[in-house]
């Protein structure tokens, strides 16, 4: 892509957009994969922009890596405080749906403390429904809420990954700058004797 001003301006609003389309990583949507179906477009928008084979390698394997982290660390989290499954999967649960209900609060920020109460709050009920004592419940509940940060903050880290390589492949380059040919040592020499052979003729 060819460096001018619209096109730096262009670039930067979609990396922008790419920007706020990774928070919703804390509502547990798929915003890495929204991510790569975004730059996937811009390529179609953009035929120029050098978006190989191997970016696109790139930009699934950060995709799947972050699914792969977010729930492995739910999962071991929760498991290493005594959650069942059914109670991480109700903490899961209860993260989206806690993210929703918060997501007005603190600028789009209460999504956070929305799911990881909501991950509290749904594994805990869920443990005790199932007749565990309210102190295991609990230590259930504080390992889904862990995992669901950490395994957060783990897909958040990827698709900012996912970000910064789509920048440095679709940022414009800037235009090399204009070279000021140099005369070479010798030109005014040249130049005198060019001179006085012009004289002497029309002398």
């Known amino acids: 892509m ?4 619209l096109a730096s301006l262009l670039a930067g609003a979609f990396i922008t ?13 798929p915003a890495n994969w929204i991510i790569l179906g975004l730059v996937a477009l811009w390529k179609l ?17 950060f995709g799947l890596l972050g699914e792969a982290l977010e729930l492995g660390v739910q999962v071991v989290k929760a498991r290493h405080y005594g ?8 903490g899961m649960v209860g993260a989206f749906v806690g993210a929703i209900l918060l997501a007005p609060l603190f600028w789009g920020l209460g999504a956070l403390v929305g ?3 909501g991950a509290w709050l749904g594994c805990y009920a869920m443990e005790l429904y199932k007749g565990r004592p309210a102190g295991e419940a609990m230590n259930a509940a504080m390992g889904a ?4 940060f950490l395994g957060t903050v783990c897909k958040c880290g990827t698709g900012a990954a996912m970000i910064v390589l789509t920048a440095h492949h679709i940022w414009p380059d800037a235009p090399a700058p ?26």
């Open 17 to 29: 957009l790419l920007c706020f389309v990774l928070f919703l990583n804390i509502f547990g949507l």
């Open 145 to 148: 809420m862990m995992g669901r």
């Open 45 to 61: 928008v953009v035929p120029s922009a050098s978006l190989d084979v191997w970016f696109w390698v790139a930009m699934v394997g």
């Open 2 to 5: 060819e460096f001018f001003p």
């Open 83 to 90: 959650s069942s499954s059914s109670g991480t999967f109700a």
């Open 178 to 203: 204009a070279t000021v040919p140099t005369a070479a040592p010798e030109a005014p020499a040249e130049v005198v004797r060019l001179f006085l052979h012009v004289v002497r003729q029309c002398c």
């Open 115 to 117: 799911a990881l109460i």
